[in-house]
Protein backbone atom coordinates (compact mmCIF):
# COMPACT_ATOMS: atom_id res chain seq x y z
CA UNK A 1 0.00 0.00 0.00
CA UNK A 2 2.89 2.20 0.83
CA UNK A 3 4.13 1.71 -2.41
CA UNK A 4 1.12 2.73 -4.62
CA UNK A 5 1.01 5.95 -2.71
CA UNK A 6 4.46 6.17 -3.14
CA UNK A 7 4.12 5.60 -6.52
CA UNK A 8 1.00 7.66 -7.13
CA UNK A 9 3.19 10.84 -5.26
CA UNK A 10 5.81 10.77 -7.78
CA UNK A 11 3.57 10.37 -10.41
CA UNK A 12 1.51 13.43 -9.01
CA UNK A 13 4.81 15.06 -9.31
CA UNK A 14 5.98 14.29 -11.88
CA UNK A 15 2.93 15.62 -14.20
CA UNK A 16 3.08 18.51 -12.11
CA UNK A 17 6.77 19.69 -13.02
CA UNK A 18 5.79 18.76 -16.84
CA UNK A 19 2.17 20.39 -16.86
CA UNK A 20 2.54 21.49 -20.75
CA UNK A 21 3.90 18.44 -21.46
CA UNK A 22 0.93 16.33 -19.88
CA UNK A 23 -1.82 18.99 -21.19
CA UNK A 24 -0.37 18.14 -24.60
CA UNK A 25 -0.23 14.67 -24.27
CA UNK A 26 -4.36 14.60 -23.12
CA UNK A 27 -5.14 17.06 -25.61
CA UNK A 28 -3.59 14.96 -28.64
CA UNK A 29 -5.29 11.60 -27.27
CA UNK A 30 -8.28 13.36 -26.62
CA UNK A 31 -8.60 14.62 -30.04
CA UNK A 32 -7.04 11.60 -31.23
CA UNK A 33 -9.93 9.39 -29.75
CA UNK A 34 -12.66 11.74 -30.42
CA UNK A 35 -11.72 11.50 -34.15
CA UNK A 36 -11.69 7.60 -33.96
CA UNK A 37 -15.12 7.39 -32.17
CA UNK A 38 -16.87 9.87 -34.41
CA UNK A 39 -15.40 8.05 -37.36
CA UNK A 40 -16.89 4.61 -35.53
CA UNK A 41 -20.21 6.37 -34.84
CA UNK A 42 -20.54 7.47 -38.57
CA UNK A 43 -19.56 3.98 -39.95
CA UNK A 44 -21.90 2.07 -37.87
CA UNK A 45 -24.53 5.23 -39.03
CA UNK A 46 -23.73 4.78 -42.93
CA UNK A 47 -23.70 0.84 -42.53
CA UNK A 48 -27.21 1.28 -41.33
CA UNK A 49 -28.35 3.49 -44.19
CA UNK A 50 -26.60 1.11 -46.79
CA UNK A 51 -28.10 -2.12 -44.83
CA UNK A 52 -31.41 -0.47 -45.17
CA UNK A 53 -31.20 0.75 -48.95
CA UNK A 54 -29.88 -3.19 -49.70
CA UNK A 55 -32.91 -4.84 -48.20
CA UNK A 56 -34.70 -2.60 -50.42
CA UNK A 57 -32.85 -4.40 -53.72
CA UNK A 58 -35.77 -6.91 -54.76
CA UNK A 59 -36.33 -9.19 -57.74
CA UNK A 60 -39.76 -8.24 -59.39
CA UNK A 61 -40.98 -11.22 -61.04
CA UNK A 62 -44.12 -11.42 -63.83
CA UNK A 63 -46.66 -14.79 -63.49
CA UNK A 64 -47.63 -15.70 -66.28
CA UNK A 65 -51.53 -15.75 -65.90
CA UNK A 66 -52.33 -18.95 -66.97
CA UNK A 67 -50.37 -20.36 -64.13
CA UNK A 68 -50.77 -20.61 -60.55
CA UNK A 69 -48.54 -17.39 -58.41
CA UNK A 70 -48.67 -19.91 -55.45
CA UNK A 71 -46.95 -22.42 -56.73
CA UNK A 72 -44.40 -20.45 -58.41
CA UNK A 73 -43.80 -19.07 -55.01
CA UNK A 74 -43.54 -22.49 -53.29
CA UNK A 75 -40.94 -23.48 -55.74
CA UNK A 76 -38.94 -20.23 -54.98
CA UNK A 77 -39.23 -20.51 -51.17
CA UNK A 78 -37.17 -23.79 -51.45
CA UNK A 79 -34.29 -22.17 -53.68
CA UNK A 80 -31.40 -21.17 -51.40
CA UNK A 81 -30.91 -17.55 -52.41
CA UNK A 82 -34.35 -16.77 -51.18
CA UNK A 83 -34.68 -14.79 -48.25
CA UNK A 84 -38.57 -13.59 -48.17
CA UNK A 85 -41.47 -13.50 -50.80
CA UNK A 86 -44.30 -11.14 -51.38
CA UNK A 87 -47.03 -11.63 -53.98
CA UNK A 88 -48.89 -8.72 -55.29
CA UNK A 89 -51.79 -10.17 -56.96
CA UNK A 90 -53.44 -8.25 -59.85
CA UNK A 91 -56.29 -6.43 -57.70
CA UNK A 92 -53.99 -5.03 -55.40
CA UNK A 93 -51.53 -3.96 -58.22
CA UNK A 94 -54.84 -1.98 -59.40
CA UNK A 95 -55.96 -0.87 -55.54
CA UNK A 96 -51.88 0.36 -55.80
CA UNK A 97 -52.35 1.92 -59.59
CA UNK A 98 -56.54 3.62 -58.21
CA UNK A 99 -54.66 6.74 -57.19
CA UNK A 100 -52.46 7.17 -60.00
CA UNK A 101 -55.95 7.35 -62.52
CA UNK A 102 -57.59 9.99 -60.07
CA UNK A 103 -60.47 11.64 -62.36
CA UNK A 104 -59.55 9.62 -65.46
CA UNK A 105 -62.02 6.43 -64.88
CA UNK A 106 -61.67 5.15 -68.37
CA UNK A 107 -57.73 4.62 -68.24
CA UNK A 108 -58.28 3.29 -65.23
CA UNK A 109 -60.60 0.50 -66.56
CA UNK A 110 -58.79 -0.14 -69.00
CA UNK A 111 -55.79 -1.44 -67.11
CA UNK A 112 -58.68 -3.88 -65.14
CA UNK A 113 -59.82 -5.06 -68.80
CA UNK A 114 -56.41 -6.16 -69.00
CA UNK A 115 -54.15 -9.90 -68.42
CA UNK A 116 -51.85 -7.71 -65.77
CA UNK A 117 -50.26 -10.70 -63.95
CA UNK A 118 -49.36 -11.46 -60.62
CA UNK A 119 -46.10 -10.61 -59.43
CA UNK A 120 -43.56 -11.81 -56.37
CA UNK A 121 -41.07 -9.74 -54.97
CA UNK A 122 -38.06 -12.07 -54.14
CA UNK A 123 -35.50 -10.74 -51.46
CA UNK A 124 -32.20 -12.02 -51.66
CA UNK A 125 -30.10 -13.36 -49.16
CA UNK A 126 -26.85 -12.35 -50.83
CA UNK A 127 -27.51 -9.42 -52.92
CA UNK A 128 -24.35 -10.06 -54.29
CA UNK A 129 -26.17 -12.53 -56.36
CA UNK A 130 -28.66 -10.38 -58.36
CA UNK A 131 -27.67 -10.73 -61.14
CA UNK A 132 -26.56 -14.38 -61.71
CA UNK A 133 -30.49 -14.79 -59.59
CA UNK A 134 -32.13 -12.61 -62.23
CA UNK A 135 -30.90 -14.41 -65.00
CA UNK A 136 -32.28 -18.07 -64.09
CA UNK A 137 -35.04 -16.99 -63.00
CA UNK A 138 -36.18 -16.47 -66.60
CA UNK A 139 -35.94 -20.38 -67.10
CA UNK A 140 -38.23 -21.29 -64.73
CA UNK A 141 -41.50 -22.24 -66.21
CA UNK A 142 -44.60 -19.42 -65.86
CA UNK A 143 -42.19 -16.73 -65.09
CA UNK A 144 -42.89 -14.12 -67.76
CA UNK A 145 -40.51 -11.43 -67.38
CA UNK A 146 -37.92 -10.56 -64.52
CA UNK A 147 -36.94 -6.60 -63.56
CA UNK A 148 -34.63 -5.24 -60.98
CA UNK A 149 -32.63 -1.93 -60.76
CA UNK A 150 -29.60 -3.22 -61.56
CA UNK A 151 -27.77 0.44 -61.39
CA UNK A 152 -29.76 1.09 -58.46
CA UNK A 153 -28.43 -2.48 -56.89
CA UNK A 154 -24.95 -2.14 -57.92
CA UNK A 155 -24.05 1.28 -56.53
CA UNK A 156 -25.59 0.12 -53.39
CA UNK A 157 -23.24 -3.09 -53.12
CA UNK A 158 -20.11 -1.28 -54.22
CA UNK A 159 -20.95 1.22 -51.33
CA UNK A 160 -21.19 -1.06 -48.65
CA UNK A 161 -18.53 -2.74 -49.94
CA UNK A 162 -16.22 0.54 -50.26
CA UNK A 163 -17.43 0.94 -46.48
CA UNK A 164 -16.23 -2.01 -44.89
CA UNK A 165 -12.95 -2.32 -46.64
CA UNK A 166 -12.20 2.07 -46.09
CA UNK A 167 -14.10 2.00 -42.76
CA UNK A 168 -11.20 -0.14 -41.44
CA UNK A 169 -8.63 0.85 -43.31
CA UNK A 170 -9.12 4.68 -41.93
CA UNK A 171 -10.05 3.32 -37.97
CA UNK A 172 -6.57 1.59 -37.88
CA UNK A 173 -4.82 5.05 -39.51
CA UNK A 174 -6.70 6.78 -36.80
CA UNK A 175 -5.26 4.15 -33.50
CA UNK A 176 -1.69 4.63 -35.38
CA UNK A 177 -1.73 8.29 -35.44
CA UNK A 178 -2.88 8.36 -31.53
CA UNK A 179 -0.09 6.35 -30.90
CA UNK A 180 2.62 8.57 -32.62
CA UNK A 181 1.15 11.88 -31.39
CA UNK A 182 1.63 10.15 -27.40
CA UNK A 183 5.00 8.64 -28.21
CA UNK A 184 6.29 11.95 -29.68
CA UNK A 185 5.12 14.02 -26.29
CA UNK A 186 5.99 11.79 -24.13
CA UNK A 187 9.33 11.95 -25.82
CA UNK A 188 9.45 15.61 -25.81
CA UNK A 189 8.49 15.53 -22.48
CA UNK A 190 11.68 12.72 -21.10
CA UNK A 191 13.99 14.95 -23.00
CA UNK A 192 12.52 18.20 -20.86
CA UNK A 193 13.19 16.39 -17.59
CA UNK A 194 16.23 14.55 -18.57
CA UNK A 195 18.38 15.97 -15.80
CA UNK A 196 15.71 15.12 -13.55
CA UNK A 197 15.43 11.34 -14.63
CA UNK A 198 19.47 11.81 -14.04
CA UNK A 199 19.67 12.92 -11.02
CA UNK A 200 17.08 10.25 -9.69
CA UNK A 201 19.41 7.54 -10.94
CA UNK A 202 22.54 8.73 -9.41
CA UNK A 203 20.76 9.20 -5.80
CA UNK A 204 20.54 5.23 -6.53
CA UNK A 205 16.84 4.95 -7.93
CA UNK A 206 16.45 1.79 -10.42
CA UNK A 207 15.74 2.10 -13.76
CA UNK A 208 13.02 -0.03 -13.77
CA UNK A 209 11.48 2.45 -10.77
CA UNK A 210 12.16 5.23 -13.30
CA UNK A 211 10.65 3.69 -16.06
CA UNK A 212 7.38 2.22 -14.00
CA UNK A 213 6.76 5.83 -12.75
CA UNK A 214 6.70 7.23 -16.89
CA UNK A 215 4.64 4.21 -17.86
CA UNK A 216 2.51 4.84 -15.15
CA UNK A 217 2.32 8.31 -15.57
CA UNK A 218 1.32 7.99 -19.44
CA UNK A 219 -0.93 5.46 -18.57
CA UNK A 220 -3.12 8.20 -16.61
CA UNK A 221 -2.49 10.88 -18.96
CA UNK A 222 -4.24 8.05 -22.08
CA UNK A 223 -7.15 7.38 -19.74
CA UNK A 224 -8.01 11.18 -19.30
CA UNK A 225 -7.63 12.16 -22.62
CA UNK A 226 -9.53 9.13 -23.16
CA UNK A 227 -12.72 9.78 -20.74
CA UNK A 228 -12.78 13.06 -22.14
CA UNK A 229 -13.19 11.79 -25.87
CA UNK A 230 -15.49 9.26 -24.02
CA UNK A 231 -17.60 12.09 -23.09
CA UNK A 232 -17.58 14.04 -26.24
CA UNK A 233 -19.14 10.93 -28.19
CA UNK A 234 -21.83 10.10 -25.79
CA UNK A 235 -22.76 13.69 -26.32
CA UNK A 236 -22.63 13.31 -30.07
CA UNK A 237 -24.97 10.14 -29.40
CA UNK A 238 -27.50 11.76 -27.26
CA UNK A 239 -27.89 14.93 -29.41
CA UNK A 240 -27.12 14.14 -32.94
CA UNK A 241 -27.57 9.63 -33.62
CA UNK A 242 -30.35 9.56 -31.27
CA UNK A 243 -32.50 12.34 -32.79
CA UNK A 244 -31.57 10.92 -36.26
CA UNK A 245 -32.86 7.27 -34.62
CA UNK A 246 -36.35 8.54 -33.43
CA UNK A 247 -37.12 10.31 -36.60
CA UNK A 248 -35.40 7.59 -38.93
CA UNK A 249 -35.94 4.57 -36.85
CA UNK A 250 -36.59 2.32 -39.29
CA UNK A 251 -32.96 3.27 -41.16
CA UNK A 252 -31.04 3.82 -37.83
CA UNK A 253 -30.38 1.22 -34.95
CA UNK A 254 -27.70 3.02 -32.58
CA UNK A 255 -27.95 0.83 -29.44
CA UNK A 256 -26.89 2.30 -26.01
CA UNK A 257 -25.51 -1.14 -25.99
CA UNK A 258 -23.24 -0.05 -28.55
CA UNK A 259 -22.46 3.01 -27.39
CA UNK A 260 -21.36 1.77 -24.43
CA UNK A 261 -18.53 -0.73 -25.74
CA UNK A 262 -18.03 2.32 -28.14
CA UNK A 263 -16.94 4.33 -25.49
CA UNK A 264 -15.02 1.64 -23.15
CA UNK A 265 -12.95 0.26 -26.29
CA UNK A 266 -11.80 4.27 -26.51
CA UNK A 267 -11.11 4.34 -22.59
CA UNK A 268 -9.31 1.21 -22.73
CA UNK A 269 -7.39 2.31 -26.20
CA UNK A 270 -6.52 5.91 -24.30
CA UNK A 271 -4.96 3.58 -21.62
CA UNK A 272 -3.18 1.19 -24.23
CA UNK A 273 -2.16 4.07 -26.11
CA UNK A 274 -0.59 6.06 -23.38
CA UNK A 275 1.40 2.82 -22.55
CA UNK A 276 2.52 2.42 -25.31
CA UNK A 277 3.49 5.50 -25.98
CA UNK A 278 5.40 5.75 -23.05
CA UNK A 279 7.41 2.51 -23.37
CA UNK A 280 8.83 2.84 -26.93
CA UNK A 281 9.63 6.48 -25.55
CA UNK A 282 11.69 5.54 -22.87
CA UNK A 283 13.41 2.58 -24.68
CA UNK A 284 16.49 5.20 -25.96
CA UNK A 285 16.81 7.11 -22.93
CA UNK A 286 16.55 4.48 -20.09
CA UNK A 287 18.59 1.08 -20.25
CA UNK A 288 17.75 -2.24 -19.15
CA UNK A 289 18.19 -2.38 -15.72
Same mark, same amino acid.
Given at each position: ????? $??????????????? %??????????????????????? *??????????????????????????? !??? @?????????????? !? *? &??????????????????? +?????? @??? +????? +?????????????????? &?????? #? $????? %??????????????????????? *?????????????????? @??????????????????????????????????????? #????????????????? $??????? @????? #???????????????????? *????????
Amino acid at each position: MNILI $YSLRDVREGIKRNAA %AAIATILLVFISLSISGSFLLMK *TGLDNVTNFLSSQVKIKIFVDPSVNTQ !EVA @QILKTKGFTQNITI !E *T &KEETLNNLRQFFQGKSYLF +DSFKDS @QLP +DTILL +DLKDKSEIDTVAEGLKSI &KGITDV #I $YAQTY %AHTILSWSSKINRYGLIVLALMI *TCSFLTVHVAVHLGLYQR @QKEVQVKLLLGAKVSHVRNQILFEGFLLGLIGSIFASFT #IFLLYEYVLYQLQVKFY $YIFTFSI @QNMNL #IMLTLIACGGAIGLLGSYFA *TRKMLKNG
